[in-house]
């Protein structure tokens, strides 16, 4: 019931939003000429028709093939429908106030503004004002699909720790998370990306999961782009929630048998792209008879009933003695506080993804807001909490919508030092 309800008052915002739309380009368009006005307002009703009939059909078979153009639609449906929304927050309030002020005046039997008994006119200065406004938001989701989606950023991240051994002081570690290869049309912006991860001259890659959006084949394309990903030591990689298909109907395709399978073939993926996945694993790196370790679990989420797939106590078990210092690969960043934190306080830094900073939100120097903060405690970043580190890796695809702003796809390169 709660559910129905739910949707009903959704179906209704959406309704009144697109009909303030609509009224915020009649009054818009007040002064032009009647036909003008008329054609435009059949327009505005049949390119909503179309963007939303477009739009739910993309959504409904969304797993069905072509995903990245399909994604495409989808964001035009949420990028007006975020427009309007803006238009109905300006114009709702004021029409609140109109019907205020008409029902006074005719309990009263004071004239309106007008002079007569009819209702009050909406002002057309805050019509033009609230289609501009909303024109912000609307313009910045359109440019995070044009560039920001595949604008790559490297971020430069030095960290220090009085039990990192000598020899690897300066050690150079780059993460990249979260590549969902199922949404790209092309495999242009990952030979990009992967150019620019070339130029870093790591010492070692991560990977900290969602290779996929929902089944292996997706990344098999980019397997020869991803295989030319350079790194002085053996690449290392994790799975992550969209990496078990566990949001794909495998009823009418084999079921549980065809699920297991399809994980086999991602794990096989992972191979061939040269990457060690660690599944509750632990890889050492040694240097001059050094060493540190890199723990690496299956998924582990606390929020929003994630799957918790990951075993920590086994990969921790499997450290070394002589392996005083620890990186743990973990996707989710909920696994932090849940578990890291209170019961492994000898893991020293954990490396995440899974947020995508929510592939939108203000991100500059003294100010970062994404609404997946009020769903993630730690979202996007790094974060300490006595001597152990958390960053989470906003991500280097996209995933529903094909675009970002604010936080834009990074390549996280870490300089480890011996404070």
Known sequence: MFRSLTGILFLLLFLLAEWYGFQAVRMALHSAAPVARKTAGYLYWLITILVWGLGMWSLATRGQGHAPYKAYMTSVLL???????????????????????????????????????RAIPRSEFLSKL???VAAVPFLSLIWGVVKGGTDYQVKRVTLRFPNLPASFDGFKLLQISDLHTGSFASTEPLQRAVALINQQNADLVVMTGDLVNNIATEVEDHIPTLAQIQSKLPKLSILGNHDYADYVDWTEQGGIEAKRANLERLKRNHAQIGWKLLLDETHHLERNGEKIAILGIQNWGAAMRFPKYGNLAKAHAAVEPDAPFKILLSHDPSHWDAQVRPEFPDIDLMLAGHTHGMQFGINLPFLKWSPVQYVYKQWAGLYQQGKQYLYVNTGLGFLGYPGRVGFLPEITVFELRRA
């Open 79 to 117: 990028s007006l429908l975020l427009f309007k929304l803006v238009v109905l927050l300006f114009l709702f309030p004021e029409d609140l106030v109109r019907g205020v002020r008409w029902v006074v005046s005719r309990v009263s039997g004071t004239p309106t503004a007008t002079g007569t008994g």
């Open 130 to 132: 609230a289609l501009v």
